[in-house]
T-cell receptor, first 113, second 114 residues
Framework: AQSVTQLGSHVSVSEGALVLLRCNYS??????LFWYVQYPNQGLQLLLK??????LVKGINGFEAEFKKSETSFHLTKPSAHMSDAAEYFC???????????FGSGTRLLVRP | DARVTQTPRHKVTEMGQEVTMRCQPI?????VFWYRQTMMQGLELLAY????????DSGMPKDRFSAEMPDATLATLKIQPSEPRDSAVYFC????????????FGSGTRLTVV
């Protein structure tokens, strides 16, 4: 069965600082991995995805994530946080066996001025 | 931009009433998910469909919830009878069955059962 663990329900950074949001997954088949962002009172928006090929994937708004199979991780990073990055971020896993899309519990990013 | 449309956006109902939420997936998408989001439980997968066939609805309370896709342009989630604990935001998402395309979410239906 697939699962996703996001370490840290809240992460607080200063504006301009590095953003690092952690995600570890469990999957018995090759996974597809996603990061979504949710702003208040809105739906989820796809930030980036890993399918096959290059393990470092770039997404919107300057975010990127690296797939590390040996560590079963897919951490999300951004070199310099902006106030507008404050939102909740969800990591998710899927595959072409079950077609399920399973989410982690989410990490709320707070950006301090 | 193509979008997933959910109606209604907000619904307030009394306990015991029937509630129906609707989702129009993006044209051509063949996989549809229903999620429930609460502060306590986060995003829970309730049910999902591929080519209109239900693949898994094990996340739903079977005695009161039902999900259907009467045609490729409409997915419905019904609660009968509704209870206060059903208060949540319900999201629909659609995509292609090959998961590597990602999925597009609707704006959600905020349900309040009083």
């Amino acid at each position: 069965a697939q699962s996703v663990t996001q370490l840290g329900s809240h992460v607080s950074v200063s504006e301009g600082a590095l953003v690092l949001l952690r995600c570890n997954y469990s999957s018995s088949v090759p996974p597809y991995l996603f990061w979504y962002v949710q702003y208040p009172n809105q739906g989820l928006q796809l930030l980036l995805k890993y399918t096959t090929g290059a393990t470092l994937v770039k997404g919107i708004n300057g975010f990127e994530a690296e797939f590390k199979k040996s560590e079963t991780s897919f951490h999300l990073t951004k070199p310099s946080a902006h106030m507008s990055d404050a939102a909740e971020y969800f990591c998710a896993v899927s595959d072409d066996s079950s077609y399920k899309l399973i989410f982690g519990s989410g990490t709320r990013l707070l950006v301090r001025p | 931009d193509a979008r997933v449309t959910q109606t209604p956006r907000h619904k307030v109902t009394e306990m015991g009433q029937e509630v129906t939420m609707r989702c129009q997936p993006i044209l051509g998408h063949n996989t549809v998910f229903w999620y429930r989001q609460t502060m306590m439980q986060g995003l829970e997968l309730l049910a999902y469909f591929r080519n209109r066939a239900p693949l898994d609805d094990s996340g739903m309370p079977k005695d009161r919830f039902s999900a259907e896709m009467p045609d490729a342009t409409l997915a419905t989630l019904k609660i009968q009878p509704s209870e206060p604990r059903d208060s949540a935001v319900y999201f629909c998402a659609s995509g292609f069955s090959q998961s590597n395309y990602g999925y597009t979410f609707g704006s959600g239906t905020r349900l309040t059962v009083v």
